[in-house]
């Protein structure tokens, strides 16, 4: 069977505008933020059907038909979903290889992945905000010292990886994740001398990097001690590349298209304090220089 790579089928939506994709096959016309035309799917001389480009949906208030680009072109076209985003595709210029079991298997790996951050960013929040020891306490002050309030806290899941080699490979271990899964993920590194892993991150406040789905791909960490660097990162994984994502861009997505504008900072605190006091629509270039990728 011939698959479409997740990643890529999440490629042609993001940059397939709906205005645009709709207006080559019906004529639309702007009525305050959205587009109105007359329905395409049933007979009627008053516009009902509606599109909005923030939302990148239609919807149609006469016959309720609606969705989203893909959906539209489907219904249209009388396409299935792959033959709908193989012309997207080509639209706006997304390459799709033709996939194979290997691919398929590495997609299936990917979402392992989520789950397994997903663990971790669990695990790092716990050790956070209910841990009575001496490192939680002190990570709670200097929290508490930058003004984080809790509720920011919670919602932006920062955690607390605490000074053991083997915390967060203790717990994962006892999900039932593997050894090889846990360092595809990036969050254990091999022993040189010996055999065995140990924690990527120990004693830091951690940062979990979503994407605009809310995935977790990665971890930014701040160290706690002077002893060690001060910032590190998750390594590039299948499914973190540098350079790619946007820090809170998944917490800013909404008040960026309400605003039309986005703020980009450097750090995790920079982009999180403004959005504790009401600046949402603000992301972070992950401390790397800002990339092409990311602008787009
Ligand atoms: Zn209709």
Known sequence: MVLIPEEIVSQVIDRSDIVEIISSYIPLKRAGRNFKAACPFHNEKTPSFVVNPDKQIFHCFGCGVGGNVVSFVMKQDKMDFPEAIRMLAQKVNVVIEEVDEPTRRSTNERHLIFKINELAAEYFQDNLLSAKTKMASDARK??????????????????????????????????????????????????????????????????????????????????????????????????????????????????????????????????????????KNIVASLGTALTVEQIR
């Open 142 to 279: 200097y929290l508490k010292e930058r003004n984080v309030d809790f509720g920011t806290v919670k919602s932006f899941k920062v955690g607390l990886a605490v000074d053991k080699w083997d915390g967060l490979l203790e717990y994962l271990k006892n999900k039932g994740v593997s050894l090889v899964l846990m360092e595809k993920a990036g969050l254990i590194i091999p022993r040189d001398n010996s055999r065995g892993y140990y924690d990527r991150f120990r004693n830091r406040i951690v940062f979990p990097i979503f994407d605009t789905r809310g995935n977790c791909r990665a971890f930014g960490a701040r160290a706690l001690d002077d002893n060690q660097a001060k910032y590190l990162n998750s390594p590039e994984t299948i499914v973190y590349t540098k350079g790619h994502h946007l820090y809170g861009f998944h917490f800013a997505k909404d008040a960026i298209t309400q605003e039309d504008a986005v703020i980009i900072v450097e750090g995790y605190l920079d982009c999180i304090m403004p959005h504790q006091f009401g600046v």
